[in-house]
C-alpha cells in the first residue's frame, strides 16, 4: 500500500500507535490484570497500578502515559527497520506480489510482521518488564521471553489479521485517497 518512504513512516506510525495501546491493554487487564488486582487488593486494574504507583518498568514504578512512549518509542524503532522490510522479504519469497490477489499477499504480509515482531518485541519487554529486585538472571530472562512469545503470539497474530491492520489500511487509504486515486488514473 504504501508507495514511498514518507507513506511507510506513517503507516508504520498508525500500526504501531494502535499496537501498542492494544498490547499495554492486553498485558495490563487480561494477562496480569486478576495479579494486579489481588496484590493490590482492589476491584480493578486502574485501582491496583494507581496504588502501585504505576506500571512496572526498568526497575521502577512509571506511569502510564510513560510506559506507551517508551513502547511506542521502541516498537515504532523496530517496525522501520527490522518489521516492515522483513515481512515484506519474507512474503515476497512466499508469494510473487504481481502475480498473487492483493488481499491474500497483503495478508501474508501482515502475518509475517506479527513473526518477527512478536519475539522482538517480547525480548524487548522481557528486558523492560524483568523482575530487577530480584537480582539479574539470563535463565530467567530467557524464561521470561519465552513466556510472553507465548502468550502474545496469538493476540499479535489475530490482533493484526482481523482488527488492527484492517482498521490501519482503512484509515491510510482515506489518508492518501488523492495518490491512491491518482496511481490508478495512471495504470488506467
Given at each position: 500500500?504504501?508507495?514511498?518512504?514518507?507513506?511507510?513512516?506513517?503507516?508504520?506510525?498508525?500500526?504501531?500507535?494502535?499496537?501498542?495501546?492494544?498490547?499495554?491493554?492486553?498485558?495490563?487487564?487480561?494477562v496480569?490484570?486478576?495479579?494486579?488486582?489481588?496484590?493490590?487488593?482492589?476491584?480493578?486494574?486502574?485501582?491496583a497500578?494507581?496504588?502501585?504507583?504505576?506500571?512496572?518498568?526498568?526497575?521502577?514504578?512509571?506511569?502510564i502515559?510513560?510506559?506507551?512512549?517508551?513502547?511506542?518509542?521502541?516498537?515504532?524503532?523496530?517496525?522501520?527497520?527490522?518489521?516492515?522490510?522483513?515481512?515484506?522479504?519474507?512474503?515476497?519469497?512466499?508469494?510473487?506480489?504481481?502475480?498473487?490477489?492483493?488481499?491474500?499477499?497483503?495478508?501474508?504480509?501482515?502475518c509475517?510482521?506479527?513473526?518477527?515482531?512478536?519475539?522482538?518485541?517480547?525480548?524487548?519487554?522481557?528486558?523492560?518488564?524483568?523482575?530487577?529486585?530480584?537480582g539479574?538472571?539470563?535463565?530467567?530472562?530467557?524464561?521470561?521471553?519465552?513466556?510472553?512469545?507465548c502468550?502474545?503470539?496469538p493476540?499479535?497474530?489475530?490482533?493484526?489479521?482481523?482488527?488492527?491492520?484492517?482498521?490501519?489500511?482503512?484509515?491510510?487509504?482515506?489518508?492518501?485517497?488523492?495518490?491512491?486515486?491518482n496511481?490508478?488514473?495512471?495504470?488506467?
Amino acid at each position: 500500500m504504501p508507495r514511498n518512504q514518507f507513506q511507510r513512516m506513517i503507516f508504520a506510525l498508525l500500526s504501531v500507535f494502535f499496537t501498542v495501546h492494544g498490547y499495554i491493554f492486553y498485558s495490563l487487564y487480561i494477562v496480569n490484570g486478576n495479579a494486579l488486582m489481588q496484590t493490590a487488593g482492589t476491584d480493578s486494574v486502574i485501582a491496583a497500578i494507581n496504588q502501585n504507583g504505576g506500571v512496572y518498568m526498568l526497575g521502577h514504578f512509571l506511569p502510564i502515559w510513560a510506559v506507551v512512549l517508551v513502547e511506542f518509542c521502541l516498537a515504532y524503532l523496530l517496525e522501520n527497520v527490522m518489521g516492515m522490510p522483513g515481512s515484506f522479504k519474507l512474503a515476497c519469497k512466499v508469494f510473487n506480489p504481481k502475480e498473487t490477489h492483493p488481499f491474500l499477499f497483503e495478508t501474508a504480509v501482515i502475518c509475517a510482521t506479527a513473526m518477527l515482531m512478536c519475539p522482538a518485541m517480547s525480548l524487548i519487554a522481557a528486558f523492560l518488564y524483568y523482575p530487577y529486585y530480584a537480582g539479574f538472571n539470563i535463565f530467567t530472562l530467557a524464561a521470561n521471553w519465552i513466556k510472553l512469545i507465548c502468550l502474545n503470539f496469538p493476540f499479535a497474530l489475530l490482533s493484526q489479521v482481523f482488527f488492527i491492520q484492517p482498521l490501519v489500511r482503512t484509515l491510510f487509504k482515506f489518508l492518501f485517497c488523492r495518490d491512491i486515486d491518482n496511481l490508478s488514473a495512471q495504470s488506467a
